[in-house]
């Protein structure tokens, strides 16, 4: 018997990237998986891809997170894992940030966040699994980051708190922080061609490893976390940047 058999994971922001290959890894390993995005195209062709279940969601907007978590229970009843990957990631220094752009970051990557474990709390089965994605820039300091850094740092003491809060039901609660991974998400940093080659190339090489991370790698480490194999670990935030933060100035 696979690891997950007979679990049901619900994977946010599943339709490419990190997201995309966690559903990948935890359908291999037996579970039923619901994934999400904001566009029905890409929702549509990434479920038929993974054999999942796909549902359009935005999680920006508190009523189609209460949509969302309505469909998960009348189609599965519960689910065993949350893996809340869905967010986004755009820079922009503190002199030109917008109202707009503050706004997004922070109703997506917190507000959203935090309101979709709410709205699933009532379906997640005790001693079931919660995975954050928090990120390594919480605490790199990467110039032009500050509303995405911010953002993730929330995230980190959320992982926190509700560790302690949903202990009683058994309830694992933990992050993973991801370093530079090869993924789409790099094109939508609001940055230029040549900014964009720079910026890789510093992520890169400061990489003890001198890499990128790859998706699978990161979905690897969701796989553990949601698995008995990490029945002990709680209200953690494990690192997944090939050394990059041991020496974050190179």
Known sequence: MSNLENKVAVVTGGTSGIGFASA?????EGAKVIITGRRKNDVDSAAEKLSATGIVADQSSLK???QFAAEVQEKFGAID???LNAGLTTFSSIETASEEHYDSMMNTNVKGTF???QKFLPIIKDGGSIIFMASVNASLGAPGSAVYSASKAAIISLNRVLA???SPRRIRVNAISPGPIETPLYSKLGLNEEQLKGFGNVLSGRSLLGRFGQAYEIANVVKFLASEDASFINGTEITIDGGLTVDPLG
Do not use: A, Y
């Not at 990948?24 to 291999?28: C, F, M, P, S, V």
């Open 24 to 28: 990948q890894t935890l359908i291999n």
């Open 164 to 166: 302690k809060e949903l």
């Open 64 to 66: 189609s997170i209460e």
């Open 81 to 83: 894992i949350l893996f």
């Open 115 to 117: 309101f979709t474990v």
